[in-house]
């Protein structure tokens, strides 16, 4: 197992994430228990120390079933996460009575690593909100060794995290972002990076394979890839791009069968960086999976002094082809609530004065009937 320094203490660099858990059927709430157990010893046997759950993860259950399985484990043997659930704004002023329910279900007296959840545009107000009492509360709880390391998880933009980081950074350790081949420039999460780095905050990686969609490539992708490495398998190639990122302590693994887990350690076996020709040659493959799906908008904002209704067309864009490209999800959703409804992609009236000069000659009007349709839909 490869291991990475964190202040004191030696963490693995493979976590074991508990938000796609075995299931017995197609209820996400029916954890596979004994499936769970055998993940869990078989990632104890091999190095891994770092586990990572949520109070949202499986309706709920994933604390329950992380705490019962880990509970047959000496506690100085594992590091356990937790986060407090934000993403609903409903559970803002319940930061007290959700911390020590958390502890319960997880049958720990205190959690290793606790996390501000979610920071994005929907709840960045309420997060730094002090009547909501949340960092203070936290800070307590560190104060008296019931957390004994505080960060955040964020899925939200560049200026999301740096307005978080303008007020908390001094108290955060470490940050947990989106991050894989794909979104290092899509998302733009190597500019995140170098935010972070500002506030010496190392970095948490969650979706490594971008939800399961750098598991496998097109063919010729494949192809390209074994010319490099003939032995390496196509996940691994994943994991190997984020280990040759100096910052990044720690990779979550959303492992869903014992097989896959068992994949993903043998990767972490040994190091192997990727040279720079192997890293141009992700990155290039990268740019064309995007090229082929999102819209080419450079925000250059020729558009907005020409929108009758004053949208905010590059971002509303940028979120477009988020929403488009993932397949749906929460992230563009999730932004877009916290704007008003005139700002809406349902606002455009499709007048078309924005096309006239756009230098990239995106049809604007299209993509936002399109993207009212999709999110009506909730789903592709």
């Given at each position: 197992?490869?291991?990475?320094t964190?202040?004191e203490?030696?963490?693995s660099a493979?976590?074991m994430?508990?938000?796609r858990l075995?299931?017995l059927?197609?209820?996400?709430?029916n954890i596979?228990v004994e499936?769970?157990k055998?993940?869990?010893?078989y990632?104890?046997?091999?190095g891994?120390?770092?586990?990572?759950?949520?109070?949202a993860?499986?309706?709920?259950?994933?604390?329950?079933?992380?705490?019962k399985?880990?509970?047959q484990y000496p506690r100085d043997?594992?590091?356990l996460?937790?986060?407090?659930?934000?993403?609903?704004?409903?559970?803002?002023g319940?930061?007290e009575a959700i911390f020590e329910?958390?502890?319960?279900?997880?049958?720990?007296?205190?959690?290793?690593?606790?996390?501000?959840h979610n920071?994005?545009?929907?709840?960045?107000d309420?997060?730094l909100d002090?009547q909501?009492?949340?960092?203070d509360?936290?800070?307590?709880q560190?104060?008296?060794?019931?957390?004994?390391?505080?960060?955040f998880?964020a899925?939200?933009?560049y200026?999301v995290?740096?307005r978080?980081?303008k007020?908390?950074?001094?108290h955060?350790e470490?940050?947990?972002?989106q991050?894989?081949?794909?979104?290092?420039?899509?998302?733009?999460?190597k500019?995140k990076i170098d935010l972070l780095?500002?506030?010496q905050?190392?970095?948490?990686v969650?979706?490594?394979?971008?939800g399961?969609?750098?598991?496998s490539?097109?063919?010729?992708?494949?192809?390209?890839?074994?010319?490099?490495?003939?032995?390496e398998?196509?996940?691994a190639?994943?994991?190997?791009?984020?280990?040759?990122?100096p910052?990044?302590k720690?990779?979550?693994?959303?492992a869903?069968?014992?097989d896959?887990?068992?994949?993903?350690?043998?990767?972490?076996?040994e190091?192997?960086?990727?040279s720079?020709k192997?890293e141009?040659?992700?990155?290039?493959?990268?740019?064309?999976?995007?090229?082929?799906?999102?819209l080419?908008c450079?925000?250059c904002?020729y558009?907005l002094?020409?929108c009758?209704?004053?949208l905010e067309?590059?971002?509303?864009?940028n979120?477009?082809?988020?929403?488009?490209?993932?397949g749906?999800?929460?992230?563009a959703?999730?932004a877009?609530?916290?704007m008003g409804?005139?700002?809406?992609?349902?606002?455009?009236?499709g007048?078309?004065?924005?096309?006239?000069?756009c230098p990239?000659?995106?049809?604007?009007s299209?993509?936002?009937?399109?993207?009212?349709?999709?999110?009506?839909q909730?789903?592709?």
């Amino acid at each position: 197992m490869i291991y990475k320094t964190f202040q004191e203490l030696k963490l693995s660099a493979l976590g074991m994430g508990a938000m796609r858990l075995p299931k017995l059927d197609e209820n996400d709430a029916n954890i596979d228990v004994e499936q769970t157990k055998k993940m869990v010893a078989y990632a104890m046997e091999n190095g891994v120390n770092y586990y990572d759950t949520a109070y949202a993860y499986h309706f709920g259950q994933s604390e329950n079933v992380m705490g019962k399985v880990l509970r047959q484990y000496p506690r100085d043997s594992f590091y356990l996460a937790d986060k407090f659930p934000g993403y609903d704004l409903s559970n803002m002023g319940k930061v007290e009575a959700i911390f020590e329910e958390q502890l319960k279900k997880c049958q720990v007296d205190y959690f290793d690593f606790y996390l501000f959840h979610n920071v994005c545009e929907l709840n960045i107000d309420a997060y730094l909100d002090p009547q909501n009492g949340i960092l203070d509360y936290l800070l307590k709880q560190k104060e008296s060794g019931r957390i004994r390391h505080l960060g955040f998880s964020a899925h939200g933009s560049y200026e999301v995290i740096e307005r978080f980081l303008k007020a908390n950074g001094q108290h955060m350790e470490f940050a947990q972002i989106q991050l894989n081949y794909i979104d290092w420039s899509f998302q733009d999460a190597k500019g995140k990076i170098d935010l972070l780095s500002q506030y010496q905050l190392p970095v948490w990686v969650m979706e490594p394979f971008r939800g399961g969609q750098l598991a496998s490539l097109a063919e010729a992708d494949e192809e390209k890839l074994k010319a490099l490495r003939p032995d390496e398998k196509i996940p691994a190639w994943a994991f190997r791009f984020l280990l040759s990122i100096p910052e990044v302590k720690m990779i979550l693994t959303g492992a869903s069968s014992f097989d896959q887990l068992k994949e993903n350690i043998e990767t972490f076996s040994e190091e192997k960086a990727l040279s720079e020709k192997e890293e141009t040659a992700l990155l290039s493959i990268a740019d064309e999976m995007v090229k082929k799906i999102a819209l080419p908008c450079t925000a250059c904002g020729y558009c907005l002094s020409h929108c009758p209704q004053q949208l905010e067309i590059p971002k509303l864009l940028n979120l477009y082809n988020e929403h488009f490209f993932t397949g749906g999800g929460f992230i563009a959703p999730f932004a877009l609530m916290a704007m008003g409804k005139d700002k809406q992609p349902s606002a455009c009236i499709g007048c078309k004065q924005c096309e006239e000069v756009c230098p990239q000659q995106i049809k604007i009007s299209e993509a936002m009937t399109d993207f009212t349709e999709k999110l009506k839909q909730g789903s592709f």
